[in-house]
T-cell receptor, first 112, second 117 residues
């Protein structure tokens, strides 16, 4: 089965600093999703990457999928307190239709 | 993008009772999924709910414990039966917003935060 490893597990950054979260798959990725979750709430869809080398941006968040399609990174520029939360990467589980396997998440705290 | 309404948003239940969680989508979707997120953990797929057929359960989850209904293309329910404290989790429904073969956007409801006492 496919496993997704996220790093780091948690991150504390000062407001205004840049940061990167990584997601590494044990198998080739056919669809890689990034979500943000506030504590105890649902998941907010950020981006989906499918093609090797693909890069997408939304506001100050940029996600990339490497050429070999086994690793993705999420980069936040000039972080703000509103960026705080848990970031989850998910990958299509080909054995369950289009359900997703998820990494364990990266907890981000942005301090003033 | 699909808009998903999940109810209730949270509940505190007595052990041994059952809770039914509802998931309503604002558009017709082929595939709906139910996930569980135990405290401090990531999401685990419970089952895939397809309209007109029985749900497909993942390893470790059984229909008697988590019966699912999918009466139409916009609605599904998940029941957590005979609850114990170990069932305390966030339960989330998700939809895949396309009937196409290629992966497409996958959206989630706001979750149901269940506490069993």
């Amino acid at each position: 089965s496919q496993e997704l490893e996220q790093s780091p597990q948690s991150l504390i950054v000062q407001e205004g600093k840049n940061l990167t979260i990584n997601c590494t798959s044990s198998k080739t990725l056919y669809g890689l999703y990034w979500y943000k979750q506030k504590y105890g709430e649902g998941l907010i869809f950020l981006m989906m990457l499918q093609k090797g080398g693909e890069e997408k941006s939304h506001e100050k968040i940029t996600a990339k999928l490497d050429e070999k399609k086994q690793q993705s990174s999420l980069h936040i520029t000039a972080s703000q307190p509103s960026h705080a939360g848990i970031y989850l990467c998910g990958a299509v589980n080909s054995n369950s239709g289009y359900a997703l396997n998820f990494g364990k998440g990266t907890s981000l705290l942005v301090t003033p | 993008s699909a808009v998903i309404s999940q109810k209730p948003s949270r509940d505190i239940c007595q052990r041994g009772t059952s809770l039914t969680i509802q998931c309503q989508v604002d558009s017709q979707v082929t595939m709906m999924f139910w996930y569980r997120q135990q405290p401090g953990q990531s999401l685990t797929l419970i089952a895939t709910a397809n309209q007109g057929s029985e749900a497909t359960y993942e390893s470790g989850f059984v229909i008697d414990k988590f019966p699912i209904s999918r009466p139409n293309l916009t609605f599904s329910t998940l029941t957590v039966s005979n609850m114990s404290p170990e069932d305390s989790s966030i339960y989330l429904c998700s939809v895949e917003d396309s009937g196409h073969l290629d992966p497409s956007e996958a959206f989630f409801g706001q979750g149901t935060r269940l506490t069993v006492v």
